[in-house]
Each structure stands twice: as structure tokens, then as C-alpha cells.
């Protein structure tokens, strides 16, 4: 590890930070960095080689500033006993610690107070927010947007690459873990978009997506080869849910007909989602709904003109939408719909026949239209000239099944008027982009604890929240471990050490 520094005496420590009216160690090896771009040899030097070198030499110069620092506040420290009312704690010794920074590992000792009756304690770590873990907080941060997006052993490749630290990805794993913890608190405080940003339609959606799991090793065949079937992992599903504002948006049937089909728009620009905040969990879709629902109450008031809930069918996630946001209209995906009348097209004409884009055309203008019973009968009635058990039969009935038990949910052509979203494209692209892409990176299988782990800090920054989440959580640990508020008066002064 880069910059790991063996513990020194109390007189060698103050020996390498000792401080005059002109200068410190730390301000002269500024001064040889600020040098070494000056210098002769400097007016041969590529920019890249330059660039390389100069993260090196900051880091070290950071690693010793950060023992100037720390050098300054254990020095400060006053010995005289602690008292708190009737309790008192005698100074016992220095007692040292490890923290490994940005920059690398640092040790250092702090003054320790220790009564029999009352225990121990060390009352720097509470005025520098010391974190339980030896890992500094800037530092687990960010391996954590690494690991977010890549899997920990890229991510840690990177900050091996970039900085020099090895880090384990055990050590990243739990501290994810132990972060995630404070995401629901972190978004049950936070206040909703301001009234005159929001737009007049509440809008809620919901689907699932299948994490790939790690199987038992009891679970497993012990066989040459798997039969079919017969995985070597399973999934779990991930529920991904999503809750924004958005304006009216009013169309025709054909205006839909002509974007999915890709004819020349017809309609104005659609507005955009406004506040849109996304999660995604395995624990069930019952406890999902419930978060939902919660988020939804934070966005309600009197700006609010209609509720749409979005699915994509699954008897299973409508029940829950109806259950737990009574007071939304429940809307099936268009692009569902679409979906499978093009299975039913294919069944009837083929891949390559011309007639079947026309007649899906048809059978979805007339459904945008709410002209739903119309289509089912098409397809209850097709069958009859096709052979019973036939592979085209069977997908026209599934098809018509689908429909008839959605019905309740195709009324688009009020919903186009209404000026309400009929697709779930924001929830889809939480589906990929949230939990695909990181969950099915090749070769990822996952135990439901770290799944969720990464799903949750991965919504956090996908939210925009990765600041003040982090801000959050430092403050509410602070709390729990020292039984007051933190000091956040450096914040207010840290702007005039800002180098321009």
C-alpha cells in the first residue's frame, strides 16, 4: 500500500511536524513540487509523464499534510481529566489508531482517559468524527461508485491504478452492507420537490426484474452434465419502482400509432418526468408497494390533477398497485399491448408477410381508440379457421386471454385525452439500467444481502442523492456513536482554504 507509515515515538513524531514562524515540511515539499514543473528538465517532459507524476507527488504531499494535521490536533489535546458530572475519567496513555485515508495509511496515537467504573474513551475521535471502521469515509465512498458500476474487482483495479491502495473487496463489500442500512431514513427526511417545480400529474410504476443468485452447494447436481432445465444459478426478482410528476400531455390514438411505428411525429414534444426518484429491492412486492405508496404521499398537495399507476400485467404487481395506491387509475403498458399483437400478427401471417404490420396497425389504433372488445372478438374468432392444437391457435387465445383480463386497464383513448402516460418507460429503464446492467454483469451471481446492498447505493446516485445521502449517514453515525450532533462549523470556513 502506497504511503503506509510505521508508528513513531511522541518526540520523532513531533520531530518530523515541527513547525517554525517561516515554514513546515509540508509547505517545502509544495515548494519541490511546484519545482519540478519549473525546472529544466521539466522543458523535455511529455504531458502525460508529467500528469502521472504529479498525482504521485500530490499524494504523498496530501498524506503528509494529513499527518500535519493530525500531528496538530493531538497535540492540542489536554491531559487534565474528563469530567462529566459525577463521572471522571483520568488520562491513562496514548493510545494508537489506524486510519487509511485517500492518500494511504496513517497512524497515529491520541490521548485515552480510562476509569475502572466508567470505561475508557478517547475524546479526539469525537471532535474528528472518527468512523468505528479504519477506512477514512472519502475513501470507501468512493470504491463504492466503482463497485456501483462495475464489479468490485474492476472498481478496486481502478483505485489500485489510480491511487496506489489495495483495498479488499470483503472490506468494500460490508461497508456497502452497512451504508445501505441508512437509505430508507435518508429518504423517509427527504422534502419533496419545490410546488413550482413539480408538474399536475402524479404518476407511480412498477416491474420486475430477475437478479441471478448464487445456489447452495447442497443444491446443486453433483452431474457430469446438467440436464435441461437444470441451472447452475437461480433468480430472484428485484422490484423496481418509480415515482415522478410530469405535465399534461394530450394526444390522438393515431399520434401514438404513428411513434410506434415510426411514422413522422405528429404530436407536440413530450414533456419530461420532473423529480423522479427510483429504487429497487428484493424484498418482495409487498414491501416495495409499501415504499411506493409512501412516496407518493410526500408528493401529494393541491397542485396534483390526476394519479396514474403504470404495470406491465402481472396479475400479481396490479393487485399490490391496486391495494396500496387506491386512489390511482391503474393503466397497462402500451408497449406491452403492442407486444403482443405483434406475437398475435406473427402467429397469423408470419415473419416476412406485409400483411401482418398492417394489420397490427389496425388492431392497435383500434385499441388506443378503446375499442378493446372489438379486438378480442377478432382474435376469439381467428382461431376457428385455424387447426385447434395448432402453435398459431394457441398464441391468438393467449393473446385474446390477455387482453380480456387487462381490460379493465385499455381505456386509452380517455387516458390520451385525460393527457396521462401510457407507457413505463421510466420503470423499464430502471429495470435495465439500475439492476440489469450492474446485476448480470458476465459471470455476476449474488447473495440477496449484497444485491440489495449494491441496488440501493446504486438508486441513491442514480437519484442524484450520493452527497447528501453521504452527509446524512456521517451525521447519523456521528450520533450513534458519540450521543450528540456533529460539528459542522468547518464547513461554513473550509470555502476560504479553496485554492483558485
Not at 186 to 209: I, M, R, T, Y
Not at 419 to 436: D, S
Request: aromatic share 8%; charged share 25%.
Amino acid at each position: 500500500m502506497m504511503g503506509v507509515v510505521h508508528h513513531q515515538s511522541a518526540k520523532e513524531e513531533a520531530d518530523a511536524f515541527q513547525l517554525d514562524s517561516h515554514d513546515t515540511r509540508a509547505a517545502g515539499r509544495f515548494r519541490e513540487v511546484a519545482g519540478m514543473v519549473t525546472s529544466p528538465e521539466a522543458a523535455t517532459a511529455p504531458l502525460d509523464q508529467m500528469e502521472r507524476s504529479l498525482l504521485r507527488q500530490l499524494l504523498r504531499l496530501g498524506l503528509k499534510l494529513l499527518k500535519l494535521f493530525l500531528h496538530s490536533r493531538v497535540a492540542a489535546e489536554s491531559h487534565a481529566p474528563m469530567r462529566a458530572g459525577r463521572k471522571c475519567w483520568p488520562y491513562h496513555s496514548q493510545k494508537e489508531r489506524d486510519y487509511f485515508s485517500i492518500f494511504g495509511k496513517v497512524t497515529f496515537a491520541r490521548a485515552y482517559f480510562y476509569s475502572a467504573r466508567h470505561g475508557g474513551k478517547c475524546p479526539l475521535d469525537e471532535a474528528l468524527s472518527v468512523p468505528e471502521h479504519c477506512y477514512s469515509d472519502l475513501l470507501m465512498e468512493s470504491a463504492e461508485v466503482l463497485a456501483g458500476d462495475g464489479s468490485y474487482q474492476k472498481g478496486l483495479q481502478v483505485m489500485a491504478r489510480l491511487l496506489d491502495i489495495d483495498l479488499s473487496e470483503a472490506a468494500v463489500e460490508t461497508t456497502a452492507a452497512e451504508q445501505a442500512q441508512a437509505v430508507e431514513a435518508f429518504s423517509a427526511q427527504q422534502p419533496p420537490p419545490p410546488v413550482k417545480e413539480e408538474g399536475v400529474l402524479l404518476v407511480a410504476q412498477a416491474d420486475g426484474k430477475g437478479v441471478p443468485l448464487v445456489r447452495p452447494t447442497a443444491e446443486v447436481p453433483r452431474t457430469v452434465r446438467r440436464k435441461k432445465g437444470d441451472t447452475k444459478t437461480r433468480k430472484k426478482e428485484a422490484i423496481a419502482t418509480a415515482v415522478y410528476t410530469i405535465d399534461r400531455y394530450v394526444r390522438t390514438p393515431q399520434d401514438v400509432v404513428n411513434a410506434l411505428f415510426r411514422k413522422p411525429a405528429t404530436a407536440d414534444p413530450r414533456p419530461t418526468p420532473r423529480g423522479k426518484r427510483v429504487f429497487a429491492r428484493l424484498d418482495g412486492k409487498a414491501a416495495a408497494l409499501e415504499r411506493l405508496a409512501a412516496w407518493t404521499e410526500q408528493r401529494e398537495g393541491s397542485h396534483i390533477r390526476g394519479r396514474v399507476a403504470l404495470t406491465e400485467g402481472a396479475p400479481a404487481l396490479q393487485e399490490h398497485m391496486r391495494t396500496h395506491l387506491p386512489d390511482f387509475t391503474l393503466v397497462l403498458d402500451i408497449l406491452h399491448v403492442n407486444e403482443h399483437l405483434w406475437k398475435a400478427g406473427t402467429a397469423l401471417y408470419g415473419e416476412t408477410n406485409p400483411q401482418r404490420d398492417a394489420w397490427v396497425e389496425t388492431q392497435l389504433s383500434d385499441i388506443l381508440s378503446s375499442r378493446v372488445k372489438t379486438v378480442i372478438r377478432r382474435l376469439e374468432t381467428l382461431p376457428q379457421n385455424l387447426p385447434h392444437s395448432s402453435a398459431a391457435c394457441r398464441a391468438l387465445r393467449q393473446v385474446a386471454y390477455y387482453l380480456k383480463r387487462n381490460q379493465p386497464y385499455l381505456d386509452y383513448a380517455t387516458y390520451l385525452r385525460r393527457g396521462w402516460p401510457i407507457g413505463t418507460g421510466v420503470v423499464e429503464g430502471t429495470c435495465r439500467h439500475l439492476v440489469k446492467d450492474r446485476m448480470e454483469l458476465s459471470g455476476m451471481r449474488w447473495t440477496v444481502p449484497g444485491a440489495e446492498a449494491i441496488l440501493t447505493l446504486r438508486a441513491v446516485n442514480e437519484n442524484g442523492d450520493w452527497e447528501a445521502f453521504h452527509t446524512f449517514r456521517r451525521a447519523q453515525r456521528h450520533q450513534r456513536l458519540y450521543g450528540k450532533p456533529m460539528n459542522t462549523a468547518w464547513l461554513d470556513q473550509a470555502e476560504r482554504f479553496q485554492i483558485n
